[in-house]
Structures are given as structure tokens and as C-alpha cells.
């Protein structure tokens, strides 16, 4: 009896110190950082990415016709080996947001709301992340029109998800001077003039210069991101595209000649918040190599 009931105490004492240590393990657990965000990429407290439109890498990178976006690149990070999906323009706005293009084969005018897939909006939204996009020459806010003026819809891919409600998008003039009131992840689309799809590589480098130069500086010094790519290129390069990153968790003067997509991309920015994987992002590899440490 005496042998059993040291038994009985040995094997308390155990129980007792393996709870003591799995409840160690979980309180260390609590303590520590956000859950989710892969360790290859930075955990921002905001990103920004603009879209451009029809022109190649070398037509942009090394330009004298593209000043800022240069120097842009001479401070933060180039991508040399950088790929958009298909033509025309829209199919590659789908993939960039959703992961797929959807379907989606032309330029045409589709119907608001047609597809539940998932995308880069509904899973931050999942995530408790917030999320926006920011369209020149919209209407409105939250309007569905197909185009106004130099606005065209056929660049703004988040009208076609039923699971993105239309408020989220917003004009560009209601793009906030308090950067700390940005969401985690917005999008920016110019309209078709500044974007230079029916204007210069001049023009939509001003236009990034003037409209979004003050972000990128502020992004410098305030754990933020400008991401400014290109939908597809002009048919002529294999549709090889430039995208530059800039911001404090960018490492300047950085380049990658890993080849990358758009779904490159979407799958970087989803698990620098931790959220799913939509579409072809789930095959896809993290854009590295750029971050600081």
C-alpha cells in the first residue's frame, strides 16, 4: 500500500508539472507576435498599391521619362523579373485581386457582383484587416457605372465580388491626408489619362509624384509601404512589367531577379496580415529578398 501510494504521488507531482508547463507554453503563446504574418515577409502598418497600365519594364525602368518612379527604385526595391498574366487589361486586375481571373476574358463591362470567390478584400475582412481602394474620377462612392469620363470600371475588379460591399470603394479624392487613417491594405487606381494608358509615361509619373509622393515619404519613416505596378505591358516584351517597392520595411537599393507574378503579389500581401490564400496566390511564392531586417 505504502509503495502504491508513493506511486500515486510520484505521477501527481508529474500531472502537476506538465500543466504548470503547458500552461507556460500557452501564456508564451499570448505574448506572442500577431499570428499569422509569414516570417519571409514584413507585417506593414500600411500598404498602398497602384496600378498603371500598358507598358513594359523598359519602357518605365531606367526611363528619363519616369523620374520619380526611378528614384522610387534607387530607394527601395526592384523586381526585374516581374509578369503579368494575360491581355487585355481587365483579366489581369481580376488576378491581381482574386487570384483568378474569373472568367473574365475581354475588357468588357461586367455585371457588378457576379462572383463569391474569394479575394484580397473579403479575406483582410475575415482577418479583422481593413481594406479599400481609391478610384480616380469615380462617380462616387460605392458607384457602379462602367465609365465616366476618364474613369473606366474595367480597372476596378472588387465591383465584380458580392462579397466586397461597393462602399469600400471610394474616389480618389477621398484619399486621406492622415495616413494613419488609411486601412491596412488599399489599392489606388488612376484614371486613364494618369495611369498612362491614354497618356504619357511623363504624365502618370507626375501624377505619382504629386498624388502619392508624400505617402512614400511618410512611408519611409512609419513602418508602411508603396507598391506601384503595372497591369500588363505593351504587348511587345512577353509581358514583363515593372514593379518598384518603397517604405521603411523595404531595404533600399534592393532588386529581385526571381521571377514573380501578379499572384506573386496578392500572395505577399496576404501573408503579411496572416489571411488565406485566394485562387492561384495559394502556389504562388512570397516576393523576398527586398525586406530590411
Request: one cysteine or more; aromatic letters at 10%; glycine letters at 8%.
Amino acid at each position: 500500500m505504502e509503495a502504491t501510494s508513493r506511486s500515486r504521488r510520484t505521477l501527481g507531482a508529474a500531472a502537476a508539472a506538465l500543466g504548470l508547463a503547458a500552461a507556460a507554453l500557452w501564456t508564451g503563446l499570448g505574448n506572442a507576435p500577431e499570428a499569422g504574418a509569414a516570417a519571409s515577409v514584413p507585417t506593414p502598418d500600411h500598404v498602398v498599391v497602384v496600378v498603371m497600365e500598358n507598358h513594359a519594364y523598359d519602357q518605365v525602368i531606367g526611363s528619363s521619362s519616369a523620374p520619380y518612379l526611378n528614384s522610387l527604385k534607387a530607394g527601395g526595391a526592384n523586381l526585374t523579373a516581374m509578369y503579368a498574366e494575360t491581355h487585355p487589361s481587365q483579366p489581369n486586375y481580376f488576378a491581381l485581386f482574386s487570384g483568378s481571373t474569373q472568367g473574365v476574358t475581354d475588357d468588357g463591362c461586367y455585371t457588378p457582383g457576379f462572383s463569391s470567390a474569394p479575394n484580397l478584400a473579403s479575406e483582410l475582412a475575415a482577418a479583422g484587416k481593413s481594406w479599400a481602394s481609391y478610384n480616380e474620377d469615380l462617380p462616387s462612392q460605392g458607384s457602379t457605372t462602367c465609365s465616366s469620363g476618364d474613369y473606366a470600371r474595367k480597372h476596378n475588379p472588387w465591383f465584380g465580388f458580392s462579397n466586397v460591399p461597393t462602399s469600400s470603394a471610394y474616389t480618389f479624392g477621398q484619399f486621406p491626408t492622415d495616413y494613419t487613417k488609411l486601412p491596412k491594405v488599399s489599392f489606388v487606381v488612376p484614371d486613364l489619362c494618369n495611369d498612362m494608358h491614354d497618356c504619357s509615361v511623363s504624365t502618370g509619373d507626375t501624377w505619382l509624384k504629386n498624388k502619392l509622393g508624400a505617402y512614400a515619404t511618410w512611408a519611409k519613416t512609419h513602418n508602411s509601404v508603396l507598391a506601384v505596378t503595372f497591369d500588363e505591358d505593351n504587348r511587345l516584351a512577353g509581358n514583363r512589367i515593372a514593379t518598384v517597392l518603397y517604405g521603411q520595411p523595404v531595404k533600399p537599393g534592393s532588386s529581385s531577379a526571381t521571377r514573380y507574378s501578379h499572384y506573386s503579389l496578392l500572395r505577399t500581401l496576404e501573408d503579411m496580415y496572416g489571411t488565406a490564400h485566394a485562387g492561384n496566390a495559394a502556389s504562388a511564392s512570397d516576393i523576398t529578398g527586398i525586406w530590411a531586417s
